[in-house]
């Protein structure tokens, strides 16, 4: 279970964003590093719920390999430009079936992790992600710097991103 007694070590931010016509990413602003994931051509045309869209991106980054040992027994904070998205993860719950199925698999690696997530809420011109989510790699570099790019399998543990079209 997560501890919620301040012994949690140095904190950890990172942003995540989405579009639904180009894909999602994130970026772990301390560290310089990213991932952004171009949406197949069948899940971009039916991407309904911005804020599910929004949601892939935060899941993926607590099964990124490097960034997992990271958060490690961490207190995280997501910056997201979706208020539907940071209440949905603030609260940890969803009535939509297609939320909670990617909130599951989140929930537990928050748990196996230990970590208390936090999301907060940033306008759409604050967000770092941003040029990242649309494919805008050298507007996004020119923004931030030069960061290490991750190529990362998609985790057997996730729904798989035909689920967004639901």
Request: glycine content about 4%; overall charge positive; aromatic content about 12%.
């Amino acid at each position: 279970m997560v501890k919620d007694d301040g012994s949690q070590g140095e904190s950890f931010n990172f942003w995540a964003d989405a579009s639904t016509s180009w894909g999602c990413a994130a970026f772990l602003g301390s560290r310089l590093e990213c991932f952004a994931i171009k949406w197949p051509h069948q899940v971009a045309v039916h991407v309904k719920l911005t804020c599910l869209a929004e949601l892939v991106p935060v899941v993926y980054s607590f099964f990124v390999p490097l960034w997992a040992g990271h958060f490690y027994d961490r207190k995280v904070t997501v910056f997201c430009d979706n208020m539907a998205t940071v209440r949905i993860l603030n609260k940890m719950s969803s009535r939509v079936p297609a939320i909670s199925e990617w909130l599951r698999p989140l929930a537990l690696r928050l748990m196996h992790l230990n970590v208390k997530l936090r999301a907060v809420y940033v306008e759409t011109k604050a967000q770092l992600a941003d040029p990242l989510s649309r494919g805008n790699f050298n507007e996004f570099f020119s923004q931030v710097g030069c960061p290490v790019i991750q190529r990362i399998p998609i985790p057997s543990e996730l729904p798989t991103l035909q689920s967004l079209k639901k």
